[in-house]
């Protein structure tokens, strides 16, 4: 069964930092592209981010998070991460990672991020 | 890059059938073939309804489609029933500074 997990979200203070861990089953993360998606509570959905799959594992960010959010993976541990630092109040969202341009439906359940002081 | 553009409600009653619209530019919608439709019930994860503007993953009842016509795509949702009751979103590969957009989103009511 395709499966991706998210883990890793919280409250955290304005200014603060959070990891995203987006760990994939049933297929192999290095395949695909891994995207971001995000969700502020009763707003639509948000692209975040991308690394692609090899050659380059190429990166790609939104002009609201760029500079401040990270995208990294481990192919060995079939995993992706979102490293979000300087986190704003605006920020605040269910994170998803998913394959946007996949065929298949692969979605996460999400992570909650709270930024709030 | 905006978002793409979508009605924000639309409603219909058990047996109708209902078309969402998706209306983006050349640099997305009409410029590729990457047009996806997501289906969301609240407090849930999307779920892929159509991938490449027509093609329906397994699973998928054959009541949705979907369908492009220049810089607009369509979601097309037949023999409506309550369980379709939900938002739903378009997205696209866009060619712009960001490769992805989504859909300002559509809440679907089943009268």
């Known amino acids: 069964e395709v499966q991706l997990v998210e883990s890793g979200g919280g409250l955290v203070q304005p200014g603060g930092s959070l990891r995203l861990s987006c760990a994939a089953s049933?297929?192999?993360?290095?395949?695909?592209?891994i995207d971001w998606v995000r969700q502020a509570p009763g707003k639509g959905l948000e692209w975040v981010g991308r690394s692609k799959n090899k050659p380059g594992h190429s990166i790609d960010y939104a002009a609201s998070v760029k500079g401040r959010f990270t995208i990294s993976r481990d192919d060995s541990k079939n995993s992706v991460f979102l490293q979000m630092n300087n986190l704003k109040t605006e920020d605040t969202a269910v994170y998803f990672c998913t394959d946007v341009l996949a065929q298949v439906d692969y979605w996460g359940q999400g992570a909650l991020v709270a930024v709030s002081s | 890059q905006s978002a793409l553009t979508q009605p924000a409600s639309v409603s219909g009653s058990p047996g109708q059938s209902i078309t969402i619209s998706c209306t983006g530019s050349t640099s997305d919608v009409g410029g590729y073939n990457f047009v996806s439709w997501f289906q969301q019930y609240p407090g849930k994860a999307p779920k892929l309804m159509i991938y490449?503007?027509?093609n329906r993953p397994s699973g998928v009842p054959d009541r949705f489609s979907g369908s492009k016509s220049g810089t607009t795509a369509s979601l097309t949702i037949s023999g409506l029933q309550a369980e379709d009751e939900a938002d739903y979103y378009c997205?696209?590969?866009?060619?712009?500074?960001?490769?992805?957009?989504f859909g300002t989103g559509t809440k679907l009511t089943v009268l």
């Open positions: 997205g696209s590969y866009t060619s712009s500074s960001t490769p992805y957009v």
């Open positions: 049933g297929f192999s993360v290095s395949d695909h592209y």
């Open positions: 490449e503007v027509t």
